[in-house]
């Protein structure tokens, strides 16, 4: 089982519509998730981090975190064209001071 | 501020030898990760450097090395080189000592083909 798992996709999304992406990990200690966006050809950047149990929004953006059932989600709303790109999960391991990636989940906005 | 820089953007080596890569954190941060990414494995965990000092490390062979400068800057060195090696090299700077806690900000990598 791999530490951080994402679906790859790509994930086909209409424009204006609410993307879903997920994330489920492995280490129940983990207090530390984010979400990076990577843009083809691009260094990953930070979207959302999140650090306790339930939603946290910011802008069309809202992360959601349940430690119970150990999954991360990303919820986009209002996708736009320019949402396109590959998004990380990020997880904090509680045994050794790292972040592990997921591998990705490919999010295509069709107009 | 400056974002993370790395140098250089391309590289082409050959098998068999070694490449440095350079890293130059946000001016203020003290922590520097690398990390190796490729098609198939996704984004993978090198090292991450604080305060000179190597404080975690990949699953990676020994031929991965790094070392952190007093001024924060980073290196790492990838010595006789395989085909495999060949990926984007990301750096990432944070301003504190605990790195998997923090936003990391990544450079925008060094891209190394090994022929």
């Known amino acids: 089982q791999k530490e951080v798992e994402q679906n790859s996709g790509p994930l086909s999304v209409p424009e204006g519509a609410i993307a879903s992406l997920n994330c489920t990990y492995s280490?129940?200690?983990?207090?530390?998730f984010f979400w990076y966006r990577q843009y083809s050809g691009k260094s990953p950047e930070l979207i959302m981090s999140?650090?306790?149990?339930g939603d946290k929004e910011d802008g069309r953006f809202t992360a959601q975190l349940n430690k119970a059932s150990q999954y991360v989600s990303l919820l986009i709303r209002d996708s736009q064209p320019s949402d396109s790109a590959t998004y990380l999960c990020?997880?904090?391991?509680?045994?050794?001071?790292?972040?592990?990636f997921g591998s990705g989940t490919r999010l295509s906005i069709r107009p | 501020k400056a974002g993370v820089t790395q140098t250089p953007r391309y590289l082409i080596k050959t098998r068999g030898q070694q490449v440095t890569l350079s890293c130059s954190p946000i001016?203020?941060?003290?922590?520097v990760s690398w990390y190796q990414q490729t098609p198939g494995q996704g984004l993978q965990f090198l090292f991450e450097y604080f305060s000179e000092t190597q404080r975690n490390k990949g699953n990676f062979p020994g031929r991965f090395s790094g070392r952190q400068f007093s001024n924060s800057r980073s290196e790492m060195n990838v010595s006789t080189l395989e085909l495999g090696d060949s990926a984007l090299y990301l750096c990432a700077s944070t301003p504190g000592a605990s790195a998997h806690q923090e936003t990391q900000y990544f450079g925008p990598g060094t891209r190394l083909l090994v022929l």
């Open positions: 999140i650090y306790s149990n």
């Open positions: 990020a997880v904090s391991s509680s045994s050794a001071s790292k972040i592990i």
């Open positions: 280490d129940r200690g983990s207090q530390s």
């Open positions: 001016s203020g941060h003290r922590s």
